[in-house]
């Protein structure tokens, strides 16, 4: 009889040490809610814009937009945009690529940055920004704004009204007769 308990025993054992093993092993499910990555959705030739009392501020048409679904954050790739002065004059511009933060609607632009406005001027910079609280345009970068016979030159140049006026900072200089 005692050797009937010890082959029971052993099987007892075993068992309980196969249902601890199978439980310790069960891979866990992976949660739904955590999601592996930034969520994205992406649009083909999509035009975003802003607008402050019924006037149309900015449009920005870009090749390639993504919107990150949970910040709404916004990167774009070949851009074509217009800014609109309350005067009615217009800079119209070009660049490769862009992000728009959605929390202060500022827009950086940056590439190869070709603009001009719909008096004449032309300005040329690496990398634009619109600072959306203050309705600044501010060219950096080898910034170059050519209007008239006036050719200004500097590291970084800033505008309220869509360069009929604006401030050169860094490098600044102008040069009469320098238009091209």
């Known amino acids: 009889m005692t050797h009937k308990k010890m082959i029971y025993g052993g099987a007892a054992v075993f068992l309980l040490g196969l249902i601890i093993w199978a439980i310790v092993t069960v891979p866990e499910t992976p949660s739904p809610d955590a999601p592996s990555g930034p969520r994205i959705m992406s649009y083909e030739n999509n035009t975003i814009h802003e607008e402050r009392d019924g006037r149309t501020v900015w449009t920005l048409t870009a090749k390639r937009v993504n919107v990150d679904i949970d910040t709404n954050d916004t990167t774009m790739q070949g851009i074509e945009g217009t800014f609109y002065s309350a005067d ?24 190869s940055i070709e ?8 300005l040329r910079a690496q990398e634009l ?9 501010t060219a950096e970068g080898d910034a170059e704004i050519t209007r008239d016979d006036i050719r200004a030159t500097g590291d970084r140049i800033a505008s309220t009204d869509e360069f ?3 401030t050169i900072t860094g490098n600044a200089r102008v040069e009469k007769g320098g238009a091209k």
């Open 88 to 111: 009615g004059r217009t800079l119209a511009l070009q660049a490769d690529e862009g992000h728009m933060d959605s929390a202060t609607r500022n827009i950086v632009l940056t590439g």
């Open 164 to 166: 009929e006026r604006f």
């Open 115 to 122: 603009a001009t406005t719909s008096d004449g001027a032309s």
């Open 129 to 137: 920004k619109w600072t959306s609280a203050e309705g600044v345009l």
